[in-house]
């Protein structure tokens, strides 16, 4: 017999469709792309945000407000960044109509030798203490932007973020969650607890923070220029400190520091030119993945599908085999950049993937690197900056010079100690870098600058966005929001090998026809709840003349525009 399903239900049951009916037709979360004229911002943090649109407003221009977001973000997200770590820059400059590189990434200290690093470690340089402490290049690389593009004076960028290390700021909730963890590893250090645990704790969600340390430093940077921090007091107290804690860093390392300008490179993915930094960083892997993926229908196979999915796991270890092998400071080692992104190599390296089956190993290719903050802040007169920047490990080293108000970097962390390693630890060298910022022109035109923070999941964060953006018709949220894969267990720029195929590591939102037949292939899948990155991005509307922006819910961040 015909049942009939009475009215009242069936107008209930339309109106819970409706609810949850989502316009955007895909089976994750996401939220509206925020869309304006005059300006953008996107950062991690939404005080940050703010006071890079309040930058812009007062006649700052991008490289101004991006800035002042980073002096912010060192104060308010410290387990991310702050001037004790290193900065890399891509931006569009409007007036030029082309495309910078900064590598702002600080070198080993001249005194500390190898040998003495292969006496007193078990083989690998420690993460945290003074030993893993390298030149911090932020600062250098916020003067050296500014020098170049920048509009306002430097004591009018930096003011916000003064009054805010003085006057005190709300912690939100990932970064108050971040910095109790930091606390359990750093807090043994000497100054660390006296600048981040007033009250002998770390602060909470919603509790009021100041760093007047840092209030004091930033403001001679804003009245000495970049010479304050690697010539003056602030120098000289960096290496006092280390030296006390058996360190290296001098503060002739520090006095002879300098960024460089780089041209980015690129490859070309379907008509869309994605740019990255050459190494140290590891901008390159991303390269090659997309380089790789591109002799795919990857539109065909469908976001989240077990061949996609295979496909891009395999793709990026074989990228990875190289990062291992080959990126390095480019000063010290010849590296085959150009062929690495070549559409030969691609497809040479694209000829060892089963599609079958998952590789327990891949060769390196025979040819002739924890938490990080993000950026990227856009102009009424287009110009663009993608910026990134991080003392690694989250907090960084644990090392803390008395009255500054930051933690220093451990970068140094990722060198290698294996003789004739490309990566291998040198005195005066830039180690193996994690950090990269991206952008994508269209027909030489700017269109989207982005990044996604995240050690080793960086490159391949940057390929699955443009692959999400590209492939599978995705807006700039949704890109970001979509779940991520990350693959671990590649080989390492300090010299281990990549044993057993590594793990897979997927976000909820991939289906569970998907997972079981990648373990089929071979595949070891697991899940995390963290560790897939956190993405901002702005695109430029060329025929509407507005900016779009992103800013994804696995951080605290906003974006915003006006």
Known sequence: MQKFIPLFLLLISSVIVSAQD????????????????????????????????????????????????????????????GIGGD???????AKSKKLYGLNGSGRSPKSLSLEYLQKNTNGKIPAYGA??????????????????????????????AITYAREGFPVSE??????????????????????????????????????????????????GGRDAFYKGDIAKSIAKYIKE???????????????????????????????????????????QILNILKYYDIAQMGFGSTEYLHTFIEAKKLAFEDRAKFYTDPDFSDIPIRELISNEYAQERKALIDPNRAARE????????GNTIYLTVADKEGNMVSLIQSNYRGMGSGMTPPGLGFVLQDRGELFSLEEGHANVYAPGKRPFHTIIPA???????????????????????????????????????????????????????????????????????ISYQSIRELMQKGHRVKFSAGGFGGYQAILFDEENGVYYGASESRKDGQAAGY
């Open 131 to 160: 030993l893993p402490v390298s030149v911090p290049g932020c600062v250098d690389g916020w003067f050296s932007i500014h020098e170049k593009f920048g509009k306002m004076d430097m004591e009018n960028i930096l003011q916000p």
């Open 87 to 93: 900065i890399f820059v891509i931006l569009w400059d």
């Open 22 to 81: 989502r316009i955007t037709g895909h089976n994750f979360a996401t939220r509206s792309e925020v869309i304006a004229q005059n300006g953008m911002a996107c950062t991690s943090q939404p005080l940050a945000t703010q006071v890079a649109l309040d930058i812009l407003k007062s006649g700052g221009n991008a490289v101004d407000a991006a800035i002042a977001a980073n002096a912010t973000l060192g104060l308010m997200e410290p387990t991310g960044c």
């Open 174 to 223: 990932l970064i108050a969650y971040y910095m109790n963890g930091s606390a359990k590893r750093l807090k043994k250090y000497p100054g660390f607890a006296e600048t981040y645990m007033p009250n002998g704790k770390m602060p909470q969600k919603g509790e009021i923070f100041k760093n007047p340390y840092l209030a004091n430093t930033y403001e001679k940077l804003a009245k």
């Open 245 to 287: 804690q058996g360190g290296f860093l001098s503060y002739e390392d520090m006095a002879s520091h300098n960024s460089e300008w780089v041209d980015p490179i690129s490859v070309n993915y379907r008509g869309y030119t994605v740019w990255e930094l050459p190494p140290n960083g590891q901008g390159t892997a991303a390269l």
């Open 439 to 509: 952008f994508v022109s269209k027909d030489d035109k700017p269109f989207i600058s982005f990044g996604l923070m995240g050690g080793a999941m960086q490159p391949q964060g940057h390929a699955q966005i443009v692959v999400n953006l590209v492939d599978f018709g995705m807006n700039l949220q949704e890109a970001g929001d979509a779940p991520r894969i990350r693959h671990e267990g590649s080989s390492q720029p300090t010299g281990s090998k990549m044993k057993d195929g590594g793990w897979v590591n997927l976000e909820s939102g």
């Open 362 to 369: 891949y060769p390196a290719g025979e040819l002739e690197q």
